[in-house]
């Protein structure tokens, strides 16, 4: 399934620049990538689906420069089979103005051990949820006021 979540964020591109340059070290990724992961775990569960993943382990490759965009390659994988992806995605910013960036959050989720078969709403809402909850750690962490605000297409990074 392709996640693909775009938020404006109140966040300047330098406090998002310093929170990613301690991103791993720090453990911010890893407590924003598990908390994403409850929240979607969550909705899964309130529909009574069984969870296949009891946690994830984050990771990130470093950042560079695409244009004015700047891309942190990530993957979250399975904790206790770490040979299995769940995810492998784009972390994105780019500065608007000097406080405002558009954050994106753009890759490819996988349910392991699931066949290829069309995703339902359920998981749909779940990784919708985990991807929305992960941007708006990022922007908390970071400093940034509590609004986040969803952007249409027409504005997404890419």
């Known amino acids: ?5 775009a938020l404006e964020v109140d966040v300047s591109a330098e406090a998002l ?3 990613f340059s301690t991103f791993q070290t720090s453990g911010a990724l ?9 929240a979607g775990r969550q909705v899964l569960a309130n529909a009574e689906f069984a969870p296949l993943v009891s ?3 984050a ?8 244009g004015e965009l700047t891309v942190i390659p990530m993957r979250w994988l399975v904790a206790e ?8 995605a784009n972390l994105e910013y780019q500065e608007l103005d000097e406080r405002t960036c558009l954050l994106s959050f753009r890759g490819t989720f996988r349910l392991p051990e699931v066949p290829v078969r069309p995703v339902s709403n359920v998981e749909w809402t779940a990784t919708h949820s985990a991807t929305r909850m992960f941007l708006d750690r990022i922007c908390e962490y970071a400093g ?3 609004r986040c ?4 297409d027409e504005r997404a990074v890419g």
Do not use: C, H, N
Not at 1 to 5: A, H, L, N, R
Not at 30 to 38: N, S, V, W
Not at 149 to 152: A, K, N, Q, Y
């Open 1 to 5: 399934m392709f996640v693909d979540e």
């Open 17 to 19: 620049r310093l929170l």
């Open 30 to 38: 890893q407590r924003a990538a598990d908390e994403a992961f409850r």
């Open 55 to 57: 946690g994830i382990r």
């Open 59 to 66: 990771e990130v490759l470093p950042a560079y420069l695409r």
């Open 81 to 88: 089979s770490p040979e299995i992806t769940l995810l492998d």
């Open 144 to 146: 940034g006021s509590a």
């Open 149 to 152: 605000t969803e952007i249409d």
